[in-house]
């Protein structure tokens, strides 16, 4: 193939990708590795989504589990994959997985579910454009390029971990499992409980669910230990409302702060003990 024509099928086939709303930017290093910038409708906006493939995934023909990471970008997607691997040798249990990390634009506006003292009114609140987002242009997308299972996991820490809380009560069927690192509810407790309360009538969305939230007793940003509280409240009202449809636990870890470095580990040990 001359040059001239590898030129105009490179062309043709990245104009094709635009139409349909995704552009392949980057790889990150290996063949297994690559960026795609997705042009949003739902958010309009472009977002940059960091793609990392399990080792022979190009000469196998397995579906794999899809672990989404939020507050994505290069180097954590990475050390997700790392993470995974030290899993995989240590628990044959425990698949290997597609890694999908989703970069952010505006934090606050996508993650935040309600106006708090953190998040004022003045701001546009984001966080249903991003869940339906992540359901309407991402997750297909993965589905229709990738060999996926029906396996999804959603993966947040921090302020992220609370957008994780939220798209398990208001969204459970979306992902079968959730992990929080550092879960809370920072000032917004009684928007939580609500909306607890009117998603567990729906019990029946919740069957073979699994819940992973982590706290760290020398968290910092818990000083008085509301978010510690907070997270063995919710996890008990889950048991009490749910009871055995819903895998749920809540790992306290003694010596640690804010995002317990073990958490996706533990986390991913649990989802496949």
Not at 67 to 79: F, I, S
Not at 159 to 170: D, G, P
Request: hydrophobic share 35%; net charge neutral.
């Amino acid at each position: 193939m001359t040059g001239k024509r590898k030129i105009y099928l490179g062309t043709i086939l990245l104009l094709a990708l635009t139409l349909f709303g995704f552009v392949y930017a980057q790889t990150m290093g290996s063949k297994n590795e690559s960026s795609i910038c997705i042009q949003s409708k739902v958010l309009g906006e472009d977002r940059t989504i960091w793609i990392n493939l399990p080792e022979g995934y190009e000469n196998s023909d397995v579906s794999y589990p899809v672990l989404y990471r939020l507050d994505g970008n290069k180097k954590l997607v990475q050390k997700t994959a790392a993470t995974l691997k030290r899993v995989n040798k240590k628990d044959e249990n425990t698949p290997e997985m597609i890694v999908v990390g989703i970069e952010n634009i505006w934090r606050d506006k996508d993650m935040w579910p309600t106006y708090n003292k953190y998040y004022p009114e003045s701001q546009e609140l984001g966080s249903p454009k991003f869940m339906a987002f992540i359901e309407k242009e991402l997750i297909p997308y993965m589905e229709n390029h990738y060999r996926t299972s029906e396996n999804r996991i959603l993966c947040g820490q921090s302020l992220s971990a609370v957008f994780t809380l939220y798209t398990f009560l208001a969204k459970p069927a979306l992902f079968d499992s959730y992990i929080a690192c550092s879960g809370a509810f920072p000032d917004c407790e009684p928007f939580f409980k609500e909306l607890s309360t009117t998603a567990f009538q729906n019990a029946g969305l919740y069957k073979n669910k699994k819940l992973f939230i982590t706290h760290g007793l020398k968290d910092p940003l818990d000083p008085d230990g509301t978010v510690h509280r907070q997270m063995t409240d919710f996890s008990q009202s889950i048991q009490n409302q749910l009871g055995s449809m819903v895998s749920c636990k809540y790992l306290i870890y003694e010596n640690e702060g804010h995002v317990p470095k073990n958490s996706l580990e533990d986390g991913l040990a649990y989802l496949y003990k």
